[in-house]
């Protein structure tokens, strides 16, 4: 069992930066790939960015590549996702999400075993 807490969303202007954090319980977390998702009212859960186990390896979706920045420290059980050059289309709520499955290239939620509860990022404009 992992427990996911993101925190670190909140408010920016288009064109700023902001980094939320998600920490893990357990003794387990290095043998996930982690990944971040965001939801829109309305509209199905997007992925975002994943992390492979040991933190080498990194995927992004193509909307957020070369803004974000998917990083984890897995001695201190927490992945990072930090958001630069913003715009309000970033506007959504964020989860990290835990994956068993093999590879670190998991964009499917599905396929994701654990959530957090997500933190809100509002970008105005």
């Given amino acids: 069992q992992v427990q ?3 925190s670190g969303g909140g408010l920016v202007q288009a064109g700023g930066s902001l980094s939320v954090s998600c920490a893990a319980s357990g003794r387990t977390f290095s043998t996930y790939a982690m990944g ?12 975002v ?4 186990r040991g ?4 995927y ?10 998917i990083s984890r420290d897995n001695a201190k059980n927490t992945v990072y ?3 630069n050059s913003l715009k309000p289309e970033d506007t959504a709520v964020y989860y990290c999400a835990a994956t068993s499955a093999v590879g670190f290239r998991t964009t499917l939620a599905i396929r ?3 959530w957090g509860q997500g933190t809100q990022v509002t ?3």
Avoid: C, N
């Fill in 4 to 6: 996911l807490v993101e």
């Fill in 36 to 47: 971040w998702f965001r939801q829109t009212p309305g509209k199905e859960r997007e992925f």
């Fill in 49 to 52: 960015a994943s992390i492979s």
């Fill in 55 to 58: 933190g080498g390896s990194t």
């Fill in 60 to 69: 992004y979706a193509d909307s957020v590549k070369g803004r974000f920045t």
């Fill in 81 to 83: 996702l930090q958001m």
């Fill in 112 to 114: 994701y075993d654990y």
């Fill in 123 to 125: 970008v105005s404009s």
